[in-house]
């Protein structure tokens, strides 16, 4: 459904999946990759919102150490995006996050939605980018909660998520008061149905809360 286009974030350069709604846009979402790259699953992830009518796009935040990273759900996987992270560190995602929401900015007002690694991405985004975000899942949220957001927020996370304490999720709760903080019987990586903590309810009602948010803070 989605073609890949060519970004420019700083002295970086990278690609990034776009797919167009039929119709006039209900404005623009930029999704956030975990850290197994810009695979299969986020690709689905970004049909999915242009099918609920908004311009998406996914920058594929691994392409300036490597292009066309997409990793396994595996320990191995795991290891491997996370040495990717430990070098690109916050700010050249950040700039790219930026780029793929000036490349999609005349579809109306921009949100950003991302998970597990891209959860904090998108927290942060809210935070030094303002645009409104959701975060599903991110494990480093904690690590910016000293920090005021700039924009609209919701946190989506599953109770039995081993990553993430409930003392991590009552610390941004803290620090975003108005922010919903919800948490679902699940597991960490609970909207992946490539995962095997995938479930199905709590991915369904966690993206109907989600377009309910998009709805409200990128409407006209």
């Excluded at 623009?28 to 099918?51: K, M, P, S, T, W």
């Excluded at 007002?109 to 303002?130: F, H, N, T």
């Excluded at 998520?161 to 409930?166: G, K, L, R, V």
């Amino acid at each position: 459904m989605g073609t890949l286009i060519q970004l420019t974030a700083g002295t970086d350069q990278l690609s990034a999946y776009l797919a167009r709604p039929e119709g006039q846009p209900k404005g623009a979402v930029v999704v956030v990759q975990e850290i197994f790259g810009l695979n299969a699953h986020i690709r689905d992830v970004v049909d999915r919102y242009a099918d609920a009518g908004y311009l998406a796009i996914a920058p594929a935040l691994f392409d300036p150490i490597q292009p066309g990273v997409e990793l396994d759900y595996t320990a191995e996987g795991v290891a491997a995006g996370l040495e990717y992270v430990g070098q690109l560190g916050f700010d050249r995602p950040l700039a790219a996050i930026a780029a793929a929401a000036q490349e999609v900015a005349a579809a109306g007002k921009v949100g950003v939605v991302g998970y597990c690694w891209g959860g904090s991405l998108a927290y942060l985004a809210a935070i030094k980018l303002a645009l409104p975000a959701v975060s599903y899942y991110g494990g480093r949220n904690t690590l910016f909660t000293d920090q005021a957001a700039q924009a609209p927020l919701m946190f989506h996370y599953g109770e039995h998520d081993a990553h993430i304490s409930a003392a991590d999720r009552a610390q941004v709760q803290q620090a975003n008061p108005d922010a919903p903080v919800y948490v679902y019987d699940a597991d960490h990586g609970f909207n992946c149905d490539r995962r095997g903590s995938y479930n199905e309810a709590a991915a369904k009602l966690a993206q109907q809360r989600t377009l309910e948010f998009f709805a409200r803070h990128l409407g006209a």
